[in-house]
């Protein structure tokens, strides 16, 4: 099992995007058992898998990690895995969080009791460097950062990765999956995106991965219609992309027969 957390301190970068269709690409076409967690309290990732009526929930990831509710008092089963689904309440979760003796290991500690049900756990983070982006990345083996091709994007990454290092002491194991390119569009400020991309390649070398998410409408179409991007439209620039990053990050940090199975698909 795996944990891999989608993590950016800016927002809009295509965070969420990722997060939903690289799971559902694993869950899909890798035969996976997947387990998406949302721990923004916007909760855009819940909404994505068409889940708006948060008041109903009988709980959400935070009072899974607080221990308020079992693990299947609050699991929601989809079609594409398991959602720990977020809403506004996690922001008074994430005080108490915060002020408990165990963090920044709160998160680590509660997979670690159903971590053995899945092959991935996905964690969707919020746009800040926050409670929940340190406990995501306690609790992950691997991260990824959605980059978007702009200055303040590319400049924003200097500050993460300043965060990421700190933590670094604590989960000496963690490592950083890669740095992708998302919404990008070759015709539009061509020379600055091509300059950008240049620049964090050669900062960041193989970190920064082959694979660019195009700029997709149908990415934002099927969010708005609680779909993932190969249920939407299978065909899309968005769906292809997608499948592409979900096999480059197989191919680089997993095994030969989970490969094997994505490329059968």
């Not at 959602?83 to 920044?104: D, K, N, T, Y």
């Not at 900062?203 to 179409?221: G, H, M, V």
Request: aromatic share 12%.
């Amino acid at each position: 099992m795996k944990t891999l957390s989608f993590v950016n301190n800016k927002g809009g970068v295509g965070k969420t995007t990722s997060a939903q269709n690289v799971g559902v690409a694993l869950h899909r076409f890798a035969k996976s058992k997947v387990l998406f967690i949302d721990l923004d309290a916007q909760a855009s990732l819940t909404r994505c898998f068409g889940y708006h009526n948060l008041h109903f929930f009988n709980g959400d990831s935070g009072s899974f990690i607080l221990n308020d509710k079992t693990f299947d008092e609050v699991v929601i089963s989809t079609d594409v895995g398991d959602l720990l689904p977020a809403s506004m309440g996690f922001l008074a979760a994430e005080e108490r969080i915060r002020a408990s003796a165990v963090f920044p290991f709160n998160l680590k500690i509660a997979l670690d009791k159903i971590k053995h049900r899945y092959d991935f756990i996905i964690i969707d983070c919020p746009p800040s460097l926050s409670t929940s982006a340190r406990i995501a990345l306690v609790a992950s083996d691997l991260y990824f950062v959605p980059l978007q091709v702009e200055f303040l994007s590319y400049e924003g990454l200097r500050n993460f990765f300043a965060f990421a290092n700190q933590l670094s002491i604590l989960c000496p194991d963690l490592e950083l999956g890669g740095v992708f390119a998302t919404r990008y569009n070759p015709k539009i400020r061509r020379r600055l995106s091509e300059d950008l991309i240049k620049s964090t390649k050669k900062q960041l070398k193989e970190n920064f991965l082959d694979t660019y998410i195009r700029d997709n409408i149908a990415i934002s179409e099927a969010q708005a219609n609680g779909k993932d991007i190969f249920m939407y439209d299978s065909e899309s620039n968005g769906a292809i992309d997608y499948y592409k990053l979900t096999r480059e990050l197989i191919n680089r940090h997993f095994t030969k027969n989970l490969m094997a199975q994505l490329m059968r698909a």
